[in-house]
């Protein structure tokens, strides 16, 4: 090895699920939204003179937007590009104790990924057999605590009390509440962030907003984490929003009656999925989220996942420990669904 190849920050990156290059198939794989965004979006004028100048680095129409709808004031709202850019800032912002940082062993794989790029310290938390997370393995002293909720890949949701009990038991260190998939069911953290001054809520358009090609996430918490978080930021790279996302995201907030719909329709849509799931005796997780996570008795899901990718569907499989069985399939039109229940009952010889 040549001495400044030891120099090198080497890491195993985080594997997204595939983007397949084809237009024709049903991609039930990275937890997409199958509905456009808000078709409001399409009178967004952009003013091409604009685009000379750098972006407005506070974001402020989106910051202020955003903190309106959740009845902040704008120093409680960081935005990032997507929530996997304001995650990242978080773990480096919050996690420099030295002390291992806690998240679950079956979680969103791009934290352990977050925590070797910062060599920040780390422990999981192993999940239930229900693949629960349990409160009280989070009670020793440790260097901070992330979650999502519901969780992913598994779709479970916890409820808001044990939410805050594992709060109120990290007081002395940050509690990143991941809830990228929490507008399809559960109770948010959010009531808890003037109470609880270590706490974060992350969320992202990207999934209940139909927006994930356009990258905006954003945190919710105490402003001096807010000020931590936009200190970081502005020693990393000043101008992470562009022009456009701003203009999109201001808009997308506007049209709330379009973003209630289109949850419902993907919840409902779940819902009846989860019935069909069951009269093929598929096992799974009972989901608040888009996706839902499910294992059969007796048919290998790597074998239905490759199977079904013959077939264009696309769905989510991870080759790890103690999901290995299971399935991620995300929520896609009821057209979309009912293509795959008829593979799945014709694959199972049902
Ligand atoms: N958190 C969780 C739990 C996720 O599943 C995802 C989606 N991959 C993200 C965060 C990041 O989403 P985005 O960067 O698109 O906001």
């Given at each position: 090895m040549k001495a400044w190849q030891n120099n090198i920050r080497r890491v195993v990156p985080y594997t997204p699920g595939e983007q397949p290059k084809e237009t024709d198939v049903i991609k039930l794989n990275t937890n997409e939204n199958p509905y456009p965004p808000s078709p409001r979006l399409l009178e967004v004028k952009?003013?091409?003179?604009?685009?000379?100048?750098?972006?407005?680095?506070?974001?402020?129409?989106?910051?202020?937007?955003?903190?309106?709808?959740?009845?902040?004031?704008?120093?409680?709202?960081?935005?990032?590009?997507?929530?996997?850019?304001?995650?990242?800032?978080?773990?480096?912002?919050f996690f420099n104790s030295g002390m291992p940082v806690y998240f679950p062993d079956i979680t969103y794989s791009f934290y352990d990924v977050w925590a070797d790029l910062f060599r920040i310290p780390y422990q999981t938390k192993a999940l239930n057999e229900s693949f629960e997370i349990v409160a009280s393995d989070y009670y020793e002293k440790n260097g901070g605590v992330v979650?999502?909720?519901?969780?992913?890949?598994?779709?479970?949701?916890?409820?808001?009390?044990?939410v805050e009990d594992i709060i109120a038991h990290n007081r002395d260190v940050i509690v990143i509440v991941d809830?990228?998939?929490?507008?399809?069911?559960?109770?948010?953290a959010l009531s808890l962030i003037d109470k609880y001054e270590n706490?974060?809520?992350?969320?992202?358009?990207?999934?209940s907003r139909?927006?994930?090609?356009?990258?905006?996430?954003?945190?919710?918490?105490?402003?001096?984490?807010?000020?931590?978080?936009?200190?970081?930021?502005?020693?990393?790279?000043?101008?992470?929003?562009?022009?456009?996302?701003?203009l999109f995201g201001v808009e997308s907030i506007k049209d709330d009656d379009y973003f209630k719909e289109t949850v419902a329709k993907v919840v409902a849509t779940r819902e009846w999925f989860q019935e069909e799931l069951k009269r093929l005796s598929f096992n799974f997780v009972k989901s608040d989220s888009n996706f839902v996570f499910a294992s059969h008795p007796f048919v290998a899901a790597k074998d239905i996942f490759e199977a079904a990718k013959k077939e264009k569907i696309y769905v989510r499989y991870f080759?790890?420990?103690?999901?290995?069985?299971?399935?991620?399939?995300?929520?896609?039109?009821?057209?979309?669904?009912?293509?795959?229940?008829e593979f799945l009952k014709t694959f199972l010889n049902m």
């Open positions: 952009q003013n091409l003179d604009e685009l000379r100048l750098y972006p407005d680095p506070e974001a402020k129409d989106l910051v202020h937007a955003i903190a309106s709808y959740h009845g902040l004031g704008d120093n409680q709202v960081f935005v990032g590009v997507g929530s996997d850019d304001v995650l990242a800032m978080s773990f480096l912002t979650f999502p909720n519901p969780n992913a890949p598994t779709g479970r949701l916890l409820g808001v009390d044990v809830e990228a998939y929490i507008d399809f069911g559960g109770v948010s706490l974060l809520v992350v969320r992202t358009f990207s999934k139909s927006l994930a090609g356009m990258r905006i996430g954003y945190a919710m918490g105490n402003e001096d984490l807010i000020k931590a978080l936009n200190d970081v930021k502005y020693s990393f790279n000043s101008y992470t929003m562009n022009c456009q996302t701003i080759d790890k420990p103690r999901i290995d069985n299971y399935l991620r399939i995300s929520i896609g039109t009821d057209k979309q669904m009912k293509v795959l229940v």
